[in-house]
């Protein structure tokens, strides 16, 4: 591929998924450049990921002072390889619950936002139980409904931007932090009247460490979601 791919990872306590999740990256898109954005994680993640940097030129590190949320750790490396002059720039978990191998097919889409999708046809989750599937579909449903977007997954964590989308679209600052925040971009992008496809993925629970998902993350959507409808400040077409 000519032009750079730029992969972000952002970690908290990710030391048992993160090396595997980089080399199988690196594997999926030669040529890839990963961003890997630390929040000083107390579990040695930011030491993994400075001998990942040593071994591979690919692979970059941003140490960051502390836990400041997922919203502003992506914000950070977004802004970052735009300055190094990304063309496409591709958002992932680094639990190993989004498949690096998927990438490649986010990467041929012409689409200004490709979102690996779970809840369209052949997409799928594995290893949630009943409830969690239940209360992911149902946060869907929600801000889907609310927002009035043709977006099935609007919550999904594994995206492929176009950078000239990206720069449109990503403001100076998020009204939200938590997952919410997945939510406000891609509603941002549909109202610039910009292209979102949605590409099925299957999404696999994580199996080492604990989500990051909490009472206050959620707590955040239910009002980000209805706060974003309303919202004055947003562009439209």
């Known amino acids: 591929m000519s032009a750079p791919v730029w992969v972000i990872l952002p970690t908290y306590d990710e030391a048992a998924t993160l090396e595997p999740v980089v080399r199988r990256v690196l594997a999926a898109v030669p040529g890839a450049h ?19 940097a040593a071994e591979h030129t690919g692979v970059e590190v941003l140490h960051r002072a502390g836990k400041a949320g997922l919203g502003s750790a992506y914000l950070a490396g977004f802004a970052h390889a735009l300055r190094a002059g990304a063309a496409r720039v591709i958002q992932m978990d680094s639990d190993l619950s989004h498949d690096p191998a998927d990438l490649p097919r986010l990467l041929v889409s012409d689409a200004a936002l490709a979102i690996g999708s779970r809840y369209v046809p052949r997409g799928g989750v594995e290893g949630w139980g009943a409830l969690r599937r239940a209360v992911s579909r149902a946060g869907c449903e929600y801000a889907r409904r609310v927002l009035g977007a043709p977006v099935r997954d609007l919550t999904s964590g594994i995206r492929c931007w176009r950078a000239d989308a990206l720069a449109a679209v990503v403001p100076a600052r998020l009204r939200s932090q938590g997952y919410a925040f997945q939510v406000e971009l891609a509603y941002r992008t549909l ?16 199996e080492h460490g604990r989500s990051k998902m909490s009472a206050r993350i959620a707590l955040e959507a239910a009002w980000v979601v209805p706060a974003l409808r309303f919202a004055r400040d947003l562009p439209t077409t």
């Open 34 to 52: 990963v961003l890997v954005v630390d929040d000083a994680s107390p579990d040695g993640t930011g030491a993994i990921a400075d001998r990942l």
């Open 191 to 206: 109202r610039r009247g910009l292209s979102v496809e949605e590409i099925p993925i299957v999404f696999r629970g994580r």
